[in-house]
């Protein structure tokens, strides 16, 4: 299977010395659990919109970056960051005002039941937090996660989340399901397919004497290859979950703040209604705030037995980050933008699909699109290695993606929402670029 896509110095063919240097002061400090995208690194100075810049003013289209949601350096969030910190910046534990408007402003883009929120710093945090408030609301320890999920760093988040790979041991109390792979099952099947995976895994806790207290579930499933149809699949399993007494945990890090182009949230495309839901740091465009959002009954019960503090969670300046997000998002109107642009590059990459038989499957929604590389349409038999020069084809190209899926065979692209349709073109002749050198 073809390496993922990060650097090792055996690979790379154009290090230029001042990276290579680079590269060698990164080791010595920051040691060798860290990894570099790319064969050939790349190094970056400066953001802006939908651009990262070289230390040599050379510009790369990102194509890659979710959080930065609104643009890298969005001035309008810069400068909301800027005057606030000049002012004040302190913990929840003191009365101010920033925090309340911002609840209350994000509290208005979710159903009128998710009515509560609870500020931290990182998805992860968001996501551990979830995963105590949904312990102590049904009283169960179970949790059930798709196969390639990632859905945090702490260490219970950590334990479900199987994309950190084989090293890293799920908890036992966690069940692993099948991504919802409708290239390979009928998308007309997916929901009872799912679901009888998810029923599996609950049949499995109670052999095992394991109360179920959730489904995790990252609305878009982008780490086990970006499965977001059809809309509505998720009903029978979530349904399924609740008769066995647990509730659905909607983590919205990647697949939410208009992502998706149909909703403010992926669960709303869905249909769903979630007694809990997290976010991470598209929230404030790459500022540390995240959040949970729940509903008052289930957030009673957990405060029942525990208070909920965390140092610098909601903060002034975070919370100004977050409302100039959401300024910029009503604004530009990124959500229509995503929805435009985003069907633009799918329908692109479909018309690529008819020149460039490697191409599988063209999936996603809004400005999140996944693109399944093969060697063989008929067999489907992943393109991992292709991909892979692919991902690398375009970094030389200076358009930067990734790939993700369990055999590192689908090309991962999720751009700025504030990516054009002139931004679009230039990937698209960019991707065909590379793979007619295939």
């Known amino acids: 299977m073809a390496a993922a896509n990060y650097y090792e110095a ?248 208009a992502r998706s182009g149909d909703a403010m949230w992926g669960f709303l495309r869905h249909g769903l209604d979630p007694e809990l839901v997290t976010m991470g740091k598209p929230m404030g465009n790459g500022h540390p705030i995240s959040a949970m959002v729940g509903r008052p009954g289930v957030v009673d019960a957990f405060a029942r037995t525990s208070r909920y503090f965390n140092t610098f969670a909601g903060n002034p300046v975070s919370c100004a980050a977050g409302m100039a997000v959401l300024d910029v998002l009503t604004e530009q109107k990124l959500l229509e933008n995503a929805r435009d642009v985003g069907a633009y590059m799918k329908a692109g990459i479909a018309g690529l699909a008819e020149k460039h038989a490697v191409i599988g499957d063209v999936r996603g929604a809004g400005l999140f699109l996944g693109v399944e590389l093969v060697n063989d349409r008929k067999t489907k038999e992943p393109a991992s290695e292709v991909c892979t020069r692919v991902v690398n084809g375009l970094r030389e190209k200076r358009v930067l993606i990734s790939s993700t899926g369990p055999d590192v065979n689908i090309l991962k692209i999720r751009p700025p929402l504030v990516f054009s349709r002139a931004n679009a073109d230039q990937f698209l002749s960019a991707l065909d670029d590379v793979l007619s050198t295939l």
Not at 34 to 55: C, D, K, Q
């Open 10 to 257: 055996a690979r790379s063919t154009n290090v230029s010395p001042e990276d290579a240097a680079l590269i060698a002061r990164r080791k010595k400090v920051l040691g060798p659990a860290y990894r570099l995208f790319y064969e050939n690194p790349v190094h970056i100075v400066r953001g802006e919109g939908v651009w990262l810049y070289g230390p040599h003013g050379e510009a790369y289209l990102d194509v890659y970056n979710n959080v930065a949601c609104v643009g890298h350096s969005n001035p309008h969030v810069v400068d909301a960051i800027a005057r606030q910190a000049a002012i004040l910046n302190t913990h929840t534990r003191y009365l101010t005002e920033g925090v309340l408007a911002y609840a209350e402003r994000l509290l208005a883009t979710f159903p009128q039941d998710l009515s509560q929120v609870m500020f931290a710093c990182t998805g992860s945090e968001a996501n551990d937090l979830a995963v105590r408030v949904a312990k102590a609301y049904t009283g169960g320890t179970g949790f059930i996660v798709t196969s390639l999920a990632y859905h945090g760093t702490t260490e219970a988040i950590a334990t479900m989340s199987p994309s950190l790979g084989q090293h890293v041991k799920l908890n036992e109390h966690v069940r692993t399901v099948p991504a919802p792979d409708t290239y390979r099952t009928a998308p007309e099947a997916i929901s009872k397919v799912f679901a009888a995976h998810v029923r599996a895994a609950l049949a499995d806790m109670k052999a095992n004497g394991i109360k179920p207290a959730a489904l995790l579930a990252d609305m878009l499933f982008t780490s086990d290859g970006v499965y977001p149809d059809p809309k509505g699949f998720l009903a029978e399993a979530v349904a399924a979950v609740r008769e066995a007494g647990g509730i659905l945990i909607a983590d919205e890090v990647q697949s939410g703040f």
